[in-house]
């Protein structure tokens, strides 16, 4: 449903009237999920809607080097020493850099996507109407055609 | 919801039917996570759609033009490049990771007028970057306290004006959204704007704040409005008008009564994408499910369609679907507990100028036209 907020028309029941109406209606599942979560986790929402929730949102996926953290403690800090994540390894951002240890290992992943090539389509000369690619060498008769080997 | 009868999609007031084209990716059980698609965007002209992944590839299709020896393929894309952007790197200096993932692809316009780019891969910052420099940056957002204790709030999203180069907008996890003119500070801390809906006090909830964090935020393409998405609707506003949107679409309110398990399964925190077509005149987002939804503003008919491999036969057409939120199921109908929460559609791009659409569903990409195209 869409709702259009316009300005109060009394004559008939409005779209914001309806929009309240849902509103107040919609408010009532939401209260009965908060009770649920409160119900399975007692020491949650000691901060509603705060700081909890926003540390559980950053420490969302892996943990990262960011430059930009890097890079504006060491401006502000100059010739100190830089701090590495102390006992509470859960900030990912802030003064604290994380150290290898607190990463999870990664894979590098150097293969072609799958999305150029999949589906598996038969090898076809391309009506291409871009320029041709620059060759270092110039080619010899007996060489294949280039530009012919593309997905 | 209330659908309009014999399931015509919106867009521009006309009728339209949206068939399947193509779908590029390969069915795997388990997918990598190198796979996963992370952004999708066409080019100015329509001709050029580039994908980024989370393995740092990107894979550029082009629109194949009209071929009398295969008169089908004219409207096609087909692979034109891919290479590997980003590599996962170990700095070896700082013993640390970088990450490879593609947040953003922005195509740059031919005559590039725009020399600046904003890049916002973390929470707390904006950096403006000038194409020719790329050791340094600009900071012109800063958000963050001195102390991480005092916390509040985090920048989620942010886009240059596409007409008015000096301006920008960011959006944050309390539901803000603030537009800035560079010209007018060079530390955009302060904003020109402010643009909030107010919340009714006595409805608040622990999941009040969550569900309004603004996921992504994008300029309308006569730069007039802006449109917003939060956890479960996608607002419309004026940049005339701070105190509310002047719409506001209902994407999945069914979710509101299953919040509790979202939020353990951390869903909650999906960020999910939105776009315009290329008047303005829809508008389109992803759910649940491999589920996408369309809004039409100007005949206020929405549609709810799928991208699967069971509806992917050349030119077939797309019905709607329809998820059931209590009571009696009906027939093809989908129950909200039925729901795939693993298959999330957080990735949409609409052509510029035809009835044209890419989603990404996790690792393949899904074409979609109107069939009159």
């Known amino acids: 449903m869409s709702q259009k907020q316009e300005e109060e028309s009394p004559v008939e029941e409005t779209g914001k009237e309806k929009q309240d109406t849902q509103e107040k209606e919609g408010t009532l599942p939401e209260r009965a999920e908060e009770a649920k979560l409160k119900a399975r986790y007692p020491s949650l929402g000691q901060k509603l809607g705060g700081s909890d929730f926003l540390m559980k949102r950053l420490q969302k996926g892996q943990k990262y080097f960011d430059s930009g953290d890097y890079n504006m403690p060491k401006a502000k800090m100059k010739n100190k020493q830089l701090p590495s994540t102390g006992p509470d390894k859960n900030l990912v951002t802030g003064d604290h850099i994380p150290t290898p240890q607190d990463l999870p290992q990664r894979k590098s992943s150097l293969v072609t996507s799958k999305l150029a090539s999949y589906p598996l389509i038969a090898v076809r000369p391309r009506p291409s109407p871009l320029p041709p690619v620059a060759l270092a060498m110039p080619l010899k008769p007996s060489l ?5 080997l593309h997905p | 919801m209330a659908g309009a009868g014999g399931g015509g999609c919106p867009s521009g007031g006309n009728d339209l039917q949206w068939c399947f084209s193509q779908v590029k990716g390969a069915v795997d059980e388990d997918v990598a996570e190198a796979d996963v698609i992370s952004t999708v965007e066409f080019s100015h002209s329509g001709d050029l759609l580039a994908t980024g992944d989370k393995g740092g590839r990107v894979v550029i299709f082009q629109r194949e033009q009209e071929n009398k020896s295969r008169p089908h393929s004219r409207g096609e894309y087909n692979v034109y490049s891919t290479f590997q952007s ?7 200096l700082k013993s640390l990771e970088i990450e490879e993932k593609i947040n953003k692809i922005r195509w740059l316009p031919r005559q590039s007028a725009a020399r600046f780019l904003l890049s916002t891969n973390d929470d707390l910052r904006i950096n403006l970057w000038h194409l ?6 600009f900071n012109i957002v800063d958000i963050k306290p001195a102390n991480m204790e005092e916390l509040t709030e985090v920048i989620t999203a942010a886009e240059f004006h596409p007409h008015q180069c000096n301006v920008l907008v960011y959006s944050s996890s309390k539901g803000t959204i603030r537009l800035c003119d560079m010209r007018s500070s060079a530390l955009c801390d302060r904003h020109s704007k402010l643009f909030e809906e107010p919340g009714d006090p006595s409805s608040r909830s622990f999941f009040s704040e969550i569900i309004s964090s603004v996921s992504d935020v994008k300029f309308s393409h006569s730069g007039r409005y802006m449109m917003t998405r939060d956890y479960l ?3 419309v506003w004026d940049l005339n008008m701070e105190s509310r949107p002047v719409e506001t679409h209902q994407v999945h309110e069914y979710l509101r ?9 951390d869903c909650i925190f999906d960020k999910f994408e939105c776009c315009w077509n290329g008047s303005d005149s829809a508008i389109m987002t992803g759910s649940y499910n491999n589920f996408f939804r369309m809004f039409d503003r100007t005949t206020w008919r929405d549609v709810t369609l799928e991208a699967s491999r069971e509806n992917s036969k050349p030119r077939a057409s797309l019905k709607p679907r329809r998820v059931c939120a209590g009571g009696k199921r009906k027939k093809d109908e ?5 729901l795939d929460f693993s298959k999330k559609i957080l990735h949409t791009a609409w052509h510029p100028a035809e009835n044209i659409i890419a989603v990404a569903a996790t690792n393949n990409l899904y074409i979609f036209q109107d069939k009159a195209n």
């Open chain 1, 144 to 148: 294949p055609e280039p530009g012919s």
């Open chain 2, 86 to 92: 980003h590599e996962p790197e170990f700095d070896y």
């Open chain 2, 132 to 137: 020719e420099i790329t050791d340094r940056s």
């Open chain 2, 233 to 235: 609707s996608v607002k």
């Open chain 2, 257 to 265: 009564s299953k919040l509790c398990s979202l939020y353990e399964n």
């Open chain 2, 334 to 338: 989908v129950s909200v507990d039925s």
